[in-house]
């Protein structure tokens, strides 16, 4: 139940406010909201931002979409109280110059607070701000969730990887383990000695099948939510774990899933939230933003691709099933591009998957990316069956203003594959004058786009 979460943890919006990223704000109504717990934070600025509007965030916004819509301007305070949300926050230049008498009215009407940022504010830095405090403040928390417990937690408190936690479980289990932590999308695995010549030949990826298909399997489960799962194999006798000892591991691996999911959360927040405006935004300050970039591993020197996915369950597939081979899937997409000298990361985006790979202007394997990818795409075919995987593969460029020129070829990319129902397509593949004229456009043309 909702009214059972205990929020107590989180900051006020008055907390935020003394934070040295909002100096220079000015407080324009909403005075007896400002004990109103924030959450997080939403940066939405587009015509249907009233959509995307959740519980107790703040609402961040210099309301291009709307600032020459007189009717929705009337409307934007409404909207974001019947949302729940603690706080508005506006940047009026460039757009509105002066924040609407109407806006000011309504948000001490509601008692919600409604806060002007200056002018050199930076978007960016303010969710950098808010998602280290939040992050603060869940790592107190957690950590004094995790001194009650009497086993593994030490070991997890002291900050060991999951690799280490395998390596322990291992020992305790006199098994060969893995651990499929499908909130992160991440997996670990310890082989013991006994098992050395099963595994010797097998590549990372095979592993993970070679656990899936073998193992004795148990759900790593806290309450009535899952976690993730636990693989113990054995090549000389029967698994047969000791109760006790499994039980503890069940509810307490889930202990460092979730601290690991805080972690990546904000971190994952901040990187996607930036990728997003370089993808879509005009740069202003170029040495600022390679700046910001470096901070968050995005170089100006390296080149970068990115791919767009579509990933969704078949209806006829086992939810089991398909939840390990989604988790799977991104493991074993990360373990291959790096195989090849490559940095990968993703995010999502409204129903798809941005992948970013990343590697050194220098790096040969850029020119036989579209090599790679097909290969991958025939293994995602072959092992992934209770999945439908679609993917755009955009070209390789350098610098950070390159992004935006990939996605916006993984785009159509994406778009070609979709029309001619295939599941991977690489921009390369579009004639050389087909391609020049698509990428003259703003938008993805909605005629087949097949190469």
Request: glycine residues 4%; aromatic residues 8%.
């Amino acid at each position: 139940m909702e009214g059972s979460v205990d929020h107590s943890f989180y900051p006020t919006v008055a907390e935020l406010l003394e934070l040295p990223a909002f100096e220079g704000h000015t407080l324009l109504a909403g005075y007896k909201g400002l004990d109103l717990r924030v959450l997080g934070i939403n940066l939405s600025d587009t015509p249907d931002y009233y959509l995307w509007l959740s519980k107790n965030e703040i609402i961040v916004t210099a309301c291009h979409a709307i600032h020459n819509d007189i009717q929705a301007l009337d409307k934007f305070v409404l909207n974001v109280s019947d949302s729940g949300m603690s706080a508005i926050f506006i940047k009026p230049y460039p757009y509105l110059k002066k924040i609407p008498d109407i806006m000011i009215t309504q948000a001490d009407m509601l008692g919600i607070p409604l806060i002007e940022l200056p002018k050199g504010v930076q978007f960016s830095s303010l969710t950098k701000a808010i998602s280290d405090e939040l992050l603060r403040r869940q790592t107190i928390r957690l950590e004094e969730a995790l001194a009650a417990n009497k086993m593994l937690t030490s070991t997890i408190i002291e900050g060991a990887a999951l690799e280490d936690i395998v390596c322990m479980i291992s020992s305790l289990m006199d098994n060969s383990v893995m651990i499929l932590d499908t909130i992160n999308t991440r997996q670990a695995f310890h082989i013991c000695p006994e098992d050395l010549d099963v595994f010797s030949n097998l590549s990372s990826e095979k592993t993970s099948d070679f656990f899936a298909e073998k193992a004795q399997i148990y759900e790593l489960k806290s309450g009535d939510h899952s976690f993730g799962y636990l693989y113990l194999y054995s090549s000389v006798f029967e698994v047969n774990p000791e109760p006790r000892i499994l039980y503890q591991i069940q509810h307490v691996v889930p202990l460092e899933i979730t601290r690991e999911q805080q972690k990546q959360a904000f971190r994952k927040d901040d990187f996607t939230n930036y990728v997003f405006h370089l993808l879509s935004d005009q740069m202003l300050d170029e040495q600022t933003e390679l700046s910001r970039a470096a901070e968050l591993g995005i170089l100006a020197e390296e080149a970068h691709v990115i791919i767009r996915m579509q990933v969704s369950s078949q209806k006829s597939a086992n939810s089991y099933v398909a939840d390990i081979q989604h988790s799977l899937l991104f493991n074993n997409m990360r373990s291959y591009f790096e195989g090849y000298g490559f940095s990968i990361r993703t995010i999502k985006d409204t129903g798809e998957h941005i992948v970013l790979l990343s590697a050194p202007g220098e790096n040969r394997n850029l020119s036989d990316l579209n090599r790679l990818c097909a290969l991958f795409s025939n293994n995602v075919a072959n092992h992934y069956g209770t999945l439908n995987i679609t993917a755009g593969c955009g070209r390789p460029h350098t610098g950070i203003t390159g992004l935006a020129q990939s996605d916006r070829e993984a785009r159509i990319a994406l778009r070609a594959a979709q029309n001619c129902k295939r599941s991977f397509t690489c921009f390369d593949e579009f004639p050389v004058r087909q391609a020049d004229r698509l990428r003259s456009f703003d938008h993805i043309p909605d005629r087949p786009l097949c190469p």
